[in-house]
Antibody, heavy 118, light 107 residues
């Protein structure tokens, strides 16, 4: 079935880096735009970054610009989020999602938790 | 940047009732790029409505969306217990934005 599975979360100190992965299955990954969305504890949803189906173009929220990099490996059906210079404000559950019709997010992973703490 | 405002922040209703949730955009976004999501505690969001009024695959017909321009609504015609959750509207344009959410509670 159509599925997204995130991994790579954990506890990290402020200023350090972390790389999240999202493994896709059940659909033709290379034909879909993909996004990362996060949710801080007790808060709402925040879009983080998007990438085109072929990796040709990316877009970032202001909170992620200059620190985070979204990428994909279509040969491995995997999406990535490289997060550098992490701060406590980056503590959240990070979801990857597929963009479907009109770029709505029609498939979501279960999320991976990132905790930035000293 | 398009800002989406959802109101009210919390709603209290009983099973079987009809409820309408509201979402207002800071500028005209037409109809094509407004979505609604449901999120149960501890779970990932689920797409309910895209393009303002189109139900996603597998979504029951008690959920309906409407609106255009700056004002949008999500209506649940007869609340069932599994509908008590958080709901988010989203502008799904190039740089997506979410509303802050409405929590639907059991009265």
């Amino acid at each position: 079935q159509v599925q997204l599975v995130e991994s790579g979360g954990g506890v990290v100190q402020p200023g350090r880096s972390l790389r999240l992965s999202c493994s896709a299955s059940g659909f033709i990954f290379k034909t879909y735009d993909m996004v990362w969305v996060r949710q801080a504890p007790g808060k709402g949803l925040e879009w983080v970054a998007s990438t085109r189906f072929d990796g040709s173009d990316d877009d970032y929220a202001d909170s992620a610009k200059g620190r985070f990099t979204i990428s994909r490996d279509n040969s491995r059906n995997t999406l990535f989020l490289q997060m550098n210079t992490l701060t406590v404000e980056d503590t959240a559950v990070y979801y990857c999602a597929r963009e479907g019709v009109f770029h709505s997010m029609d498939v979501w992973g279960q999320g991976t938790t990132v905790i930035v703490s000293s | 940047e398009i800002v989406l405002t959802q109101f009210p922040g919390t709603l209290s209703f009983s099973p079987g009732e009809r409820v309408t949730l509201s979402c207002r955009a800071s500028q005209n976004i037409g109809t094509s790029y407004l979505a609604w999501y449901q999120q149960q505690p501890g779970q990932a969001p689920r797409l309910l409505i895209f393009g303002a009024s189109n139900r996603a695959t597998g979504i029951p017909d008690r959920f309906s969306g409407s609106g255009s321009g700056t004002d949008f609504t999500l209506t649940i015609s007869r609340l069932e217990r599994e509908d008590f959750a958080a709901y988010y509207c989203q502008h799904h344009g190039r740089s997506p934005t979410f509303g802050q959410g409405t929590k639907l509670e059991i009265k």
